[in-house]
């Protein structure tokens, strides 16, 4: 079995701030990890993703991430937050190729909506 | 054109009516997905296909049913309409290689 926990399903920050959204995660077999961006009456975007290389991923509009194995975290931040981060924020979890059908089952996590000060 | 194409984006339907919903791609992946996406509920899983001749179960199948008429086509069904089935649906694709997963624009389905 797999899920993912979102915590906290608002987050605001003033533009220039750091931006940090909390994702833990359960699997039974080793995860590939996933954070995707929905922008307003759009569809997902992947923004990055881990499938077991480095540890720290960075991806799309300057955001990165930290696969913590010990902590079951994959938290999602930016240094600087921009007007144009404002979205809502999906974690998501799978199992492997080599862990058979959880592989096929891509889990979200419930969304983190970041709103963005000026 | 947009790599999976979902429709209707938009429709209204009353309680008790047959509605599909249909997702065609043009990614040549062998996986699709149906979600829901409900507000502070995230996407939840409707049913899954890894080809023509499997489809599987979701968190939340009752009540819908789905068809893979081809690789790149797989519908969504909801045989007979009620009011809590209204939220966005997404359809989505997955590449065996990179593990990502494309979705469609969404369509918004309203029961009343």
């Known amino acids: 079995a797999q899920s993912v926990t979102q915590l906290g399903s608002h987050v605001s920050v003033s533009e220039g701030a750091l931006v940090l959204l909390r994702c833990n995660y359960s699997?039974?077999?080793?995860?590939?990890l996933f954070w995707y961006v929905q922008y307003p009456n759009q569809g997902l975007q992947l923004l990055l993703k881990?499938?077991?290389?480095?540890?720290l991923v960075k991806g799309i509009n300057g955001f990165e991430a930290e696969f913590k194995k010990s902590e079951t975290s994959f938290h999602l931040t930016k240094p600087s937050a921009h007007m144009r981060d404002a979205a809502e924020y999906f974690c998501?979890?799978?199992?492997?190729?080599?862990?058979?059908?959880?592989?096929?089952?891509?889990?979200f996590g419930q969304g983190t909506i970041l709103t963005v000060h000026p | 054109d947009a790599d999976v194409t979902q429709t209707p984006r938009n429709r209204i339907t009353k309680t008790g009516k047959r509605i599909m919903l249909e997702c065609s791609q043009t990614?040549?992946?062998?996986?699709m997905y149906w979600y829901r996406q409900d507000p502070g509920l995230g996407l939840r899983l409707i049913y899954y296909?890894?080809?023509?001749?499997?489809?599987n179960k979701g968190e939340i199948s009752d009540g819908y049913s789905v068809s893979r008429q081809a690789q790149a086509k797989f519908s969504l069904s909801l045989e007979s309409a009620i009011p809590n089935q209204t939220a966005l649906y997404f359809c989505?694709?997955?590449?065996?290689?990179?593990?990502?997963?494309?979705f469609g624009q969404g369509t918004r389905l309203t029961v009343v």
């Open positions: 699997s039974s077999v080793p995860p590939y």
């Open positions: 998501a979890v799978s199992g492997t190729y080599a862990g058979g059908t959880s592989y096929g089952k891509l889990t």
């Open positions: 989505a694709t997955r590449d065996r290689e990179s593990a990502e997963a494309f």
């Open positions: 296909s890894f080809d023509v001749k499997d489809i």
């Open positions: 990614k040549g992946h062998d996986r």
């Open positions: 881990y499938t077991s290389a480095a540890t």
